[in-house]
């Protein structure tokens, strides 16, 4: 059974859906090992409890980046996960935490990357007016939303759109596309060639 480690730090849409996705078999062989957000009262831990997983608040206020990620990483290995999942998490990840998975964190943003990394990415692609935006799953490297590309979905930006109109119909193709690029991460049939993705 793969076992998957979800970080978030608010609303936990994309938690949510990778969880439907599960629940519906549409990522093989898999479960959620457990749900940790560096935030209290987020609402996607709430509903993580709600949903009888395990849940865990690991806050980072008082701690120093280092000591934060070292309880992350200490709680991800009590739950023997295999690969983390950011999902709203709203903190960067120091090099210790990835080197105790290499290779083994995704993020999702929403933009194309890379344009618009970083905070407010369907705002800045208003404000740039691009035609066309969308989200990117990526794994996480020492960079913001930085590392190599899994998969991307594309959205058309609407004349009329503002941040909401448009946040929304990312959204919807962040809910797809999270659980498909954590389906082909676990499947293992790729190869990872300079910067590149490759299906084996
Ligand atoms: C999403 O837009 C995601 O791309 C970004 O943060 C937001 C999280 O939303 N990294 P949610 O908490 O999953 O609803």
Redesign the pocket.
């Known amino acids: 059974m793969n076992r998957l480690g979800i970080l ?1 730090s ?6 949510l859906a990778i969880a439907d996705s599960i629940a519906a078999g549409k990522i093989p062989n898999t479960e959620i090992a457990v749900v940790i957000s560096n935030k209290p009262y987020a609402p ?1 831990i709430e509903a993580a409890e709600k949903r009888g997983l395990n849940a865990h608040v690991i806050q980072s206020k008082g701690l120093s980046r280092a000591e934060h990620d070292a309880a992350i990483v200490t709680c991800l290995r009590e739950h023997r996960v295999d690969l983390v999942c950011l ?2 998490y709203m903190r960067l990840i120091s090099s210790t935490f990835l080197e105790a998975f290499p290779n083994r964190v995704l993020n ?3 933009s194309l990357l890379p344009a618009f990394p970083g905070l407010d990415a369907q705002r800045q692609a208003l404000e740039y007016g691009v035609q066309i935006s969308g ?1 990117t799953v990526h794994f996480v490297d020492e960079n913001l939303d930085h590392g190599v590309i899994v998969l991307q979905r594309s959205v058309s930006v609407l004349p009329d759109d503002d941040e909401h109109n448009l946040s929304t119909r990312i ?1 919807e193709q ?1 809910h797809i596309a999270y659980s498909e690029a954590i389906r082909m991460v676990l499947s293992g049939e790729y190869e990872i060639r300079e910067r590149r993705y490759v299906k084996n």
């Open positions: 978030l608010g609303r936990g849409s994309n938690f996607g999902a709203g999702i943003h929403p989200c959204l962040e």
